[in-house]
């Protein structure tokens, strides 16, 4: 009798262990944790462009240009007055120009500019990573164009640059030597040598 009850015993022992073998292969696998790849997303990539300005005409006849590149670098020439500034935007500032930038990068060409021969004429190319735009307008159609933010804002910057108020990163270039008469140069440099000389 009690043999018996030890063998049904170890019978219902083994029914419950399959039992829960069985179980335990027919629970589908829990689904994998997703890759970091699919969850995090990938960070934007810092946008590259590179913006130049032109502005020449007026009453005054001037001729200036201005560089910019998303680096912050500054390279402003004012041609008439043989000047070169080379600075740093400050990077609030080069925020704001930045979301100009992309604006302007999707107007579309504009048709040349109504005749005005005492306006300033302003030509404007900007680049921005695969787009290029290339833009001419002048003080009467500034406005209606669209691009007057980026460029009151260009034009305001390079005023600054070449009064100095830039952080700058080398010297002013002023008019050479060169601009004088060349007897001139050379009794300078004449008094120069014999200045230094024992």
């Known amino acids: 009798m009690r043999s018996c009850r030890l063998q049904a015993a170890r019978r219902l022992v083994v029914g419950v ?11 589908p696998p829990s ?14 990539m810092p946008e590259i462009w590179n913006v130049r300005l032109g502005i020449s ?11 910019l590149a998303s680096t912050g670098q500054l390279i402003v020439t004012d041609q008439k007055k043989n000047r ?3 600075g740093i935007v400050p990077a609030e500032e080069l925020v704001s120009i930045s979301e100009l930038v992309r604006v302007v990068v999707h107007i579309q060409p504009l048709g040349q500019p109504p005749a005005c021969p005492d306006c300033f ?3 404007l190319d900007v680049q921005m990573d695969e787009q290029h735009v290339s833009l001419q307008v002048n003080d009467l159609n500034l406005v209606e164009s669209g691009l007057e933010p980026l460029i009151s804002a260009l034009t305001a910057l390079q005023e600054r640059a070449l009064s100095g108020q830039l952080q700058s990163t080398a010297h002013i270039i002023e008019p ?18 014999e200045a230094v000389e024992p």
């Open 84 to 86: 070169r500034v080379e």
């Open 176 to 193: 050479e030597a060169s601009f004088f008469p060349c007897s001139l140069a050379a009794s300078v440099q004449k008094y120069i040598q």
């Open 121 to 123: 004429q302003y030509q």
């Open 31 to 44: 689904n994998p944790p997703p890759s970091p790849s699919s969850t995090e997303s990938k960070p934007d």
């Open 17 to 27: 262990f399959v039992a829960a073998l069985l179980t335990a292969c027919a629970t």
């Open 57 to 67: 005409g007026g009453i005054a006849g001037i001729q200036k240009n201005l560089e």
